[in-house]
């Protein structure tokens, strides 16, 4: 089936002349490094695109080829839609609320609701942008070192260093051959998941402060107020949880990270091998991974932040 899925998304690129590709709020290397990997591919191929993230490129990622080419919001016309590294319509963002569902959804989470036209679904991929590693060849598409920086910031920053518990022999087959076009492997490291800003070592200084642990369960907390004190101009966690999930002796990490008064960024991450948060994420509209998940709520931060705990510790058994 997934074979047949991307022989219609090779035709269907192949008849494609204006192209819009999006993927989440609050992007991650997968997210960014999946667009600019197909982005600047199908504009190698002659392709006008377009590519838009609600909140645009972080700082960890301004460094890569094309990233200052994307907007925040879509403009003009287009004549196919595409996601990357999207579980859910939704969390493409305002800009997106009125769109049609889009004609090619790509993505490995096996959260994902299969809202496109054409949906290709690797789950079992270590990252989206290990899955288009592997299929933008097949869609004629070249792979020049540009496009192989953004897809290796992906698996990069997926697999956090090739450290998760899901990274295969094929992953570290598909970093080698991005590397073969020249990429520098540590430099994309030590930029994506090493280098800090000292806005984000202050906002992580107000995290880990927070720290609390209980049943099994080990969480910190970032409110407003710390943001506005630290600096920090993003409004995710700045990766503190990759921090809290190195912490022992628990079996379930999350952060909870206020976005404006009423509204509470969760994330989870499982510390124990067999452990599945996805389930807990999808309880509260979110989704993700088994060893790593995200969702958004409304309502006030302890309100949120007391449910979650509570349901979290249920339907886990801790």
């Known amino acids: 089936m997934e074979n047949s899925i991307s022989f219609q998304i090779k035709d269907r690129l192949k008849k494609a002349k204006n192209v819009l590709i999006v993927s989440h709020v609050r992007p991650d290397g997968d997210a960014i490094g999946s667009l600019l990997g197909l982005g600047l591919a199908l504009q190698d191929a002659g392709r006008k695109v377009q590519m838009v993230l609600a909140d645009g490129v972080s700082s960890s990622f301004r460094h890569l080829e094309g990233s200052d080419q994307v907007r925040t919001a879509p403009e003009g016309e287009y004549d196919t839609f595409i996601t990357v590294d999207c579980a859910d319509f939704k969390r493409l963002g305002k800009p997106f609320e009125s769109f049609d569902p889009p004609d090619i959804n790509i993505d490995h989470h096996v959260t994902n609701e299969k809202f496109g036209r054409l949906n290709l679904i690797e789950a079992e991929k270590v990252a989206t942008a290990a899955l288009l590693t592997d299929h933008l060849p097949a869609w004629g598409l070249k792979i020049t070192r540009p496009?192989?920086?953004?897809?290796?910031?992906?698996?990069?920053?997926?697999?956090?260093?090739?450290?998760?518990?899901?990274?295969?022999?094929?992953?570290?087959?598909?970093?080698?051959?991005?590397?073969?076009?020249?990429?520098?492997?540590?430099?994309?490291?030590?930029?994506?998941?090493?280098?800090?800003?000292?806005?984000?070592?202050?906002?992580?200084?107000?995290?880990?402060?927070?720290?609390?642990?209980?049943?099994?369960?080990?969480?910190?907390?970032?409110?407003?107020?710390?943001?506005?004190?630290?600096?920090?101009?993003?409004?995710?966690?700045?990766?503190?949880?990759?921090?809290?999930?190195?912490?022992?002796?628990?079996?379930?990490?999350?952060?909870?990270?206020?976005?404006?008064?009423?509204?509470?960024?969760?994330?989870?991450?499982?510390?124990?091998?067999?452990m599945d948060v996805s389930q807990?994420?999808?309880?509260?509209?979110?989704?993700?991974?088994?060893?790593?998940?995200?969702?958004?709520?409304?309502?006030?931060?302890?309100?949120?932040?007391?449910?979650?705990?509570?349901?979290?510790?249920?339907?886990?058994?801790l």
Do not use: C
Not at 192 to 209: D, Q
Not at 230 to 250: C, H, M, R, T, W
Not at 299 to 309: D, F, I, N, P, S
């Open 147 to 274: 496009i192989a920086a953004a897809l290796l910031t992906g698996i990069v920053t997926d697999t956090l260093g090739f450290r998760t518990s899901n990274i295969t022999p094929e992953a570290l087959r598909q970093a080698a051959t991005l590397m073969e076009t020249g990429v520098d492997l540590s430099e994309l490291y030590m930029r994506s998941l090493v280098r800090r800003s000292f806005a984000s070592a202050k906002y992580w200084g107000a995290g880990l402060s927070s720290l609390e642990s209980k049943h099994g369960m080990v969480w910190g907390t970032l409110a407003l107020a710390d943001r506005k004190h630290s600096g920090y101009s993003g409004n995710d966690d700045a990766d503190l949880i990759n921090l809290v999930s190195a912490i022992e002796g628990n079996k379930v990490g999350m952060i909870f990270v206020e976005q404006s008064e009423r509204r509470v960024k969760i994330s989870w991450r499982a510390l124990e091998a067999g």
């Open 280 to 317: 807990v994420a999808k309880h509260f509209g979110g989704g993700g991974h088994m060893a790593a998940a995200g969702a958004d709520m409304e309502g006030e931060l302890t309100e949120v932040k007391a449910q979650v705990l509570a349901k979290t510790r249920e339907l886990l058994g």
